[in-house]
C-alpha cells in the first residue's frame, strides 16, 4: 500500500505568534499521543511565520478517514489555529507514494 502525506501550509500572523507556538504544542501533543498519527511541523526556513503541517498516513484509507475521523477536541484546536492564521488561507498538498 503507497503511504500518503498530506501537508497543510499557511502563514500565521506574526502578532499572535506565541499563542501559535502554545497551541501548536497543544495541537502536537494531541494528534501524536491522542489520535496516534504521524504528525509534524515544521516553519520553513528563511520564511518566518510560515509553517507546514504534515500528516504521513500508512494507506489511502487511513489518509480517507483523516478528516472524517476527527474528534470534538481535534476539532476544537483546528478552529482555534484557523484565528492564528495571517491572511486566513491554508493550502493543501496530497502526495501518494510512486
Known sequence: MPKVILQISYD??????????SLMNEI???FTQAR???YSVYEQKGKKNSF???????SLEEF???EDDLDD???E???????LLGGGKAKYTTLVEA
Not at 500572523?13 to 507556538?21: C, H, I, L, N, W
Not at 484546536?77 to 484565528?83: C, P
Open 52 to 58: 507546514v503541517e504534515q500528516f504521513v498516513c500508512n
Open 64 to 66: 480517507d478517514n483523516l
Open 12 to 21: 500565521i500572523d506574526p502578532a499572535k505568534r506565541e499563542d501559535y507556538v
Open 77 to 83: 484546536l483546528v478552529n482555534r489555529l484557523e484565528e
Open 73 to 75: 477536541k481535534s476539532e
Open 28 to 30: 502536537k501533543s494531541h
Open 36 to 38: 496516534k498519527k504521524d
